[in-house]
């Protein structure tokens, strides 16, 4: 039996909602339909993100610079549609460069359905002048307070041959011309990159900018645990299997390391980077993300899930209510275990208790609120690696006794609407019944909690299926002042 113990005495840890500085989508004209707006809204109310991150913002789809005639047409029109969404609701945009105007592009080559234009500009100073007006015209239309408080991210995995057909020397060009224009509007605005896949090019990056004596406010990079971890194109199971068990937070660990002390933003992470992959819609997703998060205490600054939807089109449009796809919300607006993760976690304190203890798949966590606190237990591990039903024991000491006590499951059996799907056949098409009947069984219930408390110490036993995430919230009646 897997036993875990923790003091309350013991002096608390900050315990930062990091993952909620940003979420990630997939690019800009989908932040045009109602509804994304409708998802985004339900996503920063419930689970607490405060900035939204897409490709795509510049690119001809968006109308932000096109050539007419030979003559370059600014229209920063659509581009204000979604900023002035997202300032309605009370969120901000983390603005990713990218990808490059026809106009301005140096050769044809393309990525994605929707062909955004992955090529260096054939003239910086252009580009320099484009990043400029823009800057400019949003300073103007929302006030430089406003601005201030953006994120600006030079491009899009530059390191990947599918995102940038230059080399590592025209990218750090690219940033010297976009940090120079954005810091002629304003120095105080926020600029950084390099926006690498699998945290690459961070101390060249630095060590570039240094040398040329250019600003950098924060580092951004992307990793998922399928990256790297088998030869060739082993399929996303297999990559997963092979991917060491904390990887996610070594790889913060070495790009905390080389930032060198300026805030971290991992702007792109999931279980996996296949947008089709069966375990996004899994209760295994919920699980493996919220072991993830919880080992990243003091690492970054920023750790944004990508993505907050299956609205999202880079191969195509989907239309199977479950495919496998990036979101914590499914196409009708269900949420999938993961979502029901972040939501646990939102409602999480800021204070951590160290918990003692340890097992090969199950982990404990203990986090304070006001006149509560939360027991979080998972019970994880990946593909092709041993696990089973555990019943789990964890005892709290120098504790009062609670009046109340409560457990939250996500797991097979809770919080599973995939299950329910299949259940009723794998409908490609959902009726307004079958979208209400998968919403029932996407909610997380309160059951009551047993336990025993005897002199100051409380003792919790609960099973654990394999793939599964418990939270048990005991409450205390409140100090009388």
Not at 248 to 276: C, H, V
């Amino acid at each position: 039996m897997p036993s875990f113990t923790c003091s309350l005495s013991q002096p608390p840890m900050a315990f930062e909602h990091f993952w909620e500085h940003t979420v990630g989508s997939c690019h800009a004209p989908l932040a045009l339909r109602s509804d994304w707006q409708a998802q985004m809204r339900k996503c920063h109310s419930e689970l607490g993100f405060r900035h939204v991150r897409f490709h795509d913002l510049l690119s001809d789809s968006m109308g932000t610079l096109v050539s007419q005639d030979k003559e370059l047409l600014y229209s920063f029109f659509n581009a204000d549609q979604v900023m002035d969404f997202l300032l309605s609701i009370g969120m901000r945009p983390f603005l990713e460069l990218g990808f490059m105007p026809q106009a301005l592009a140096s050769g044809r080559k393309t990525v994605f359905r929707y062909k955004a234009n992955v090529t260096p500009p054939k003239d910086y100073k252009a580009w320099e002048t484009f990043i400029r007006k823009l800057t400019r015209h949003w300073v103007e239309r929302y006030g430089l307070d406003e601005v201030r408080t953006w994120f600006f991210e030079t491009w899009n995995e530059p390191n990947l041959k599918a995102f940038w057909t230059g080399t590592q020397r025209d990218y750090f060009k690219l940033y010297r011309h976009t940090v120079e224009a954005i810091k002629s509007v304003d120095a105080s605005l926020k600029v950084g990159g390099p926006a690498s896949a699998q945290a690459a090019w961070i101390e060249p990056f630095l060590d570039d900018c240094e040398r040329n004596h250019l600003p950098v406010d924060f580092v951004t990079t992307h990793y998922y645990p399928t990256d790297a971890f088998s030869a060739g194109k082993a399929e996303t199971e297999k990559r997963l299997a092979a991917a060491p068990r904390d990887v996610m937070r070594e790889q913060a660990e070495k790009s905390k390391q080389q930032a060198r002390g300026l805030p971290l933003y991992f702007t792109e992470w999931n279980i996996s980077s296949d947008s089709r992959h069966t375990r996004h819609d899994e209760p295994f997703a919920a699980v493996y993300a919220t072991r993830i998060l919880m080992s990243l205490r003091g690492l970054v600054d920023g750790y944004s899930f990508w993505t907050f939807s299956d609205i999202f089109e880079e191969n195509y449009f989907p239309y199977v209510p479950f495919h496998g796809g990036f979101g914590l919300l499914n196409l009708h607006s269900i949420p999938k275990p993961v979502y029901r993760a972040f939501q646990l976690l939102h409602q999480l304190g800021n204070q951590q208790i160290e918990v003692q203890g340890q097992h090969d798949t199950v982990e404990v966590w203990a986090i304070r609120k006001e006149n509560q606190l939360t027991v979080l237990a998972v019970n994880h591990a990946l593909p092709e690696h041993p696990i089973s039903t555990e019943q789990v024991e964890i005892t709290l000491s120098e504790t009062p006794r609670p009046g109340r006590s409560a457990i939250e499951r996500i797991d097979e059996d809770h919080a599973n609407p995939r299950r329910t799907w299949l259940e009723m056949g794998s409908p490609e098409y959902l009726s307004a019944p079958d979208v209400e009947r998968l919403q029932s069984s996407s909610q997380v219930c309160k059951e009551p909690q047993s336990f025993s408390w005897a002199e100051g110490n409380l003792r919790l036993r609960f099973d654990l299926p394999p793939h599964s995430l418990a939270a048990v919230t005991l409450e205390f009646e409140k100090e009388r002042s």
